[in-house]
């Protein structure tokens, strides 16, 4: 036992909260500081501090629950990092390997702490965790695999700039050697320039055909390719995520699993199953033959871009949130050349914003404002919509002008498409 032994613990969300238990269970003293101001000066054997506090303003050393577990970890890890997709493609991963028969533990940034699962960790198993820029930012290990998305610009409300955000995504190869295994997504700039760290196996990953060792996309397929050897995995039709966007996680997971020894069966039960993460493009029902889309992880131009994509159908979007100074030049370039855009209903602080971007006549999309809650929202979108439409909540902002997060926003878009179907069940 360390009965003698003190932890500090700075924030008490959902690491915080796990890593009280876990060094309680160990017998230490824990001392929890549950927001700021903390402490200028702090007795304590060992100082833990949640990742969203930068470790620069703090006058003392700290560690985090991420440092923490790979210095304990047992078996293999397989990080994934990049702006978004994270999530997506980690379930992706874990899902694969567990259909494989191996091992399997999936955390991070997902939302479970990996010090929950630590003391059930073999050599033999496997760990899969979603790391955000936050996690990386001062970490000292990388995983055996590591897995770069796509990188654009993010969180530059916390981050003092594009080139730190960047750094702290390239710990996810900064430590490897040259047993380690990297992918990377090189259709983003930002993404390829990581390439230049990389110390181990490198794999691309790309929505075009290349020479490289990796994955990509040639005539509707998805293509493993090492050296002159090409294997198929799949067409681009048979996998049941939504979204062309989405291609880009399925290769990044394949990737991966092909690496790892995965075999292909697995690989392509799981591609032909998964259907995806709550709030990202998720299909929340169909109410007089239109399909309603919860979107509400999008909180950046990019991902909304990518869910106006995902549809051929006729839309109508609902965009606007809070502020997190991003730009909308390209957004409102892909909302004026895009045909299929019925209307749009504009919420938040930041619709002004965005609306500005759209340069041209707006004569053909009709446009909704006003709405001050999702029940209107969806109330407005009802009564434009016609059979064949998808409605798409992909707001592209952060979400604290009108809900909590985007969780909140997200169980909200979904609670009043059941409440207007339950509408129309009583007529």
Sequence with gaps: MASHRRVAILGHGVEG???????????WEVVVYESEPFPDHLSADLIIRSPGIRPDVLPYATTTVTTIFFERCPCPVIGVTG????????SLIYEMLKKDGRDAYL???????????????SSLSVVVLELSSFQLMDCSYSPH?????????????????????????GHIFAHQDKNDIAVINVDYPLSRSLRSIVRGNYFSVSMHPH??????????????????????????????????????????????????????????HVLQTF????????????????????????????????????????????????????????????????????????????????????????????????????????????????????????????????FKNYKDRGDQFREAVRHLQHVYDQR
């Design 17 to 27: 909260q796990s890593a009280h238990a876990f060094f309680a269970r160990e017998g």
């Design 83 to 90: 702006t978004k997709g994270k999530g997506t493609t980690s």
């Design 107 to 121: 955390g991070g940034n997902i939302g479970v702490a990996p010090l929950d699962f630590l003391s059930s960790l």
């Design 145 to 169: 695999i590591g897995v770069s998305l796509m990188i654009v610009p993010e969180h530059q409300d916390w981050h003092h700039s594009i080139d730190e955000y960047v750094r702290a995504k």
């Design 211 to 268: 020479k490289e060792n990796g994955v990509y996309v040639d005539d509707g397929a998805f293509v493993y390719q090492v050296g002159s050897e090409k294997e198929e995995l799949c067409q681009t039709t048979d996998i049941a995520l939504p979204g062309k966007h989405n291609w880009e996680n399925v290769m990044a997971a394949i990737a991966v699993a092909k690496a790892y020894g995965v075999h292909i069966d697995a690989i392509r």
């Design 275 to 402: 259907a995806g993460l709550p709030y990202r493009l998720e299909k929340v029902g169909v109410i007089r033959g239109v399909t309603y889309y919860n979107d509400s992880f999008s909180t950046t131009p990019e991902t909304a871009i990518a869910a106006i994509r995902a549809f051929d159908q006729p839309k109508i979007l609902i965009l606007g949130g809070s502020s997190k100074n991003a730009d909308f030049s390209e957004l409102g370039k892909v909302i004026a050349e895009m045909p299929s855009i019925r209307a749009i209903i504009g919420i938040g602080q930041e619709w002004k914003r965005i609306k500005s971007e759209i340069q041209y006549s707006m004569s053909n999309i009709r446009i909704i404002e006003g709405c001050s809650s999702m029940v209107e929202v969806i109330a407005a979108a009802d009564s434009v919509a016609q059979p064949g439409d998808v409605v798409v909540l992909s707001p592209a902002c952060a979400s604290f002008d009108m």
